[in-house]
Nanobody, 116 residues
């Protein structure tokens, strides 16, 4: 099983980034997928979830209206479009595959830095 995030980097506050998560080694289309982040010195924070078929998505209140999660099951890839990024959203962003509300598989993360 492998989840590999990409797309992180340095962005100015108010800017946008699109993260990707490439999945392999399991049946991607059968799992709900999540984005979770961890800011420096803080705990894990759930950001967003998308159901296996992609028709429903859920967001933390802190990102609602600014982040959009999506998936391409044909490409085994998860995405999140992040707009209007804030400095406090500097964090390592992880994708995680879930089943029955348990995060079973995790990627190693990609660092997003929102700073001027």
């Amino acid at each position: 099983v492998q989840l590999v995030e990409s797309g992180g980097g340095l962005v100015q506050p108010g800017g946008s980034l699109r993260l990707s998560c490439a999945a392999s080694g399991f049946t991607f289309s059968g799992y709900e997928m999540n984005w979770v982040r961890q800011a420096p010195g803080k705990g894990l924070e759930w950001v967003s979830r998308i159901v296996s078929g992609g028709k429903s998505a859920y967001y933390a209140d802190s990102v609602k209206g600014r982040f959009t999660i999506s998936r391409d099951n044909a490409k085994n890839t998860l995405y999140v479009q992040m707009n209007s990024l804030k400095p406090e959203e500097t964090a390592v962003y992880y994708c995680a595959a879930a089943c029955d509300n348990s995060m079973l598989y995790w990627g190693k993360g990609t660092l997003v830095t929102a700073s001027s």
